[in-house]
């Protein structure tokens, strides 16, 4: 399975982006999804995750209130969208398949990782 994040880009603080992770050789539908992000020089730290029917989710209280993730099984296709962004939200931002239907917090329970797509949010 290869995933293609997208929609990334400069935005100036208190806007939105919504980012895009599409599937190729594989699907998404039976699996849970999430994002997470890099900011430079940090580690990487989990953003939001979503089960394979898209009933649960759970944020970083981070971006808790601002963020969305959501998932449409027929397009094998998820979505992060981002409001009210900050500075602190600058970031290269990475989509995740989970080996199984429901969503994990944790790096290791995932098993494909897209390549990554820079979010960078101006003051």
């Known amino acids: 399975v290869q995933l293609q994040a997208s929609g990334g880009g400069l935005v100036q603080a208190g806007g939105s982006l919504m980012l895009s992770c599409a599937a190729s050789g594989g699907t998404l539908t039976n699996y849970g999804m999430g994002w997470f992000r890099q900011a430079p020089g940090k580690e990487r730290e989990f953003v939001a995750a979503i089960s394979w029917g898209g009933g649960s989710t759970y944020y970083a209280d981070s971006v808790k209130g601002r963020f969305t993730i959501s998932r449409d099984n027929t397009k094998n296709t998820v979505y992060l969208q981002m409001n009210s962004l900050k500075p602190e939200d600058t970031a290269v931002y990475y989509c995740?398949?989970?080996?199984?239907?429901?969503?994990?917090?944790?790096?290791?329970?995932?098993?494909?990782w897209g390549q990554g797509t820079l979010v960078t949010v101006s003051s």
């Open positions: 995740a398949r989970d080996s199984d239907r429901w969503l994990s917090l944790q790096e290791e329970d995932y098993k494909y």
